[in-house]
């Protein structure tokens, strides 16, 4: 006889399963410090690309003046900025991000230690269950 509590148990971890496919259970397939590595090497080439988009952007807004007043001192002084800000961007993206990643990854071990508890509370009924018919 079937008990209303086994399948109560596994119709939720079927929906556990669909519902958070590929928040839980891709991310539990690496280490920490591996997933957050990889997320954060992504977010320094997506801010890369980003900024550099956005200079080419603006030396097309401002390329009339930019032509007009080339010195080489203004390009020195302009090139030391522009690598300042690049640098401070970059770490502060990637404090971010690191950030994000973690808490991500913390909240997916968190999903899969209430998975494995409900498999493990599933696991029981049946070991219960087989000792009841033996």
Known sequence: MLKKEK???MTDLAIYEKK???DVFKINKYYKSDYIFWHMMLAFIRFTVCFLICLMLYVIFKSDSFFYDINVNGIMAMFTKLIFHYIAGVIVYLMIS???YSARYKRA????LFYATKLK????????????NT
């Open 98 to 100: 690191a950030a994000v």
């Open 109 to 112: 071990r968190k999903g899969m």
């Open 121 to 132: 509370r599933l696991a029981r009924r049946y070991n219960y269950q087989d000792k009841e």
């Open 20 to 22: 958070y496919e590929n």
């Open 7 to 9: 399948i109560r148990l």
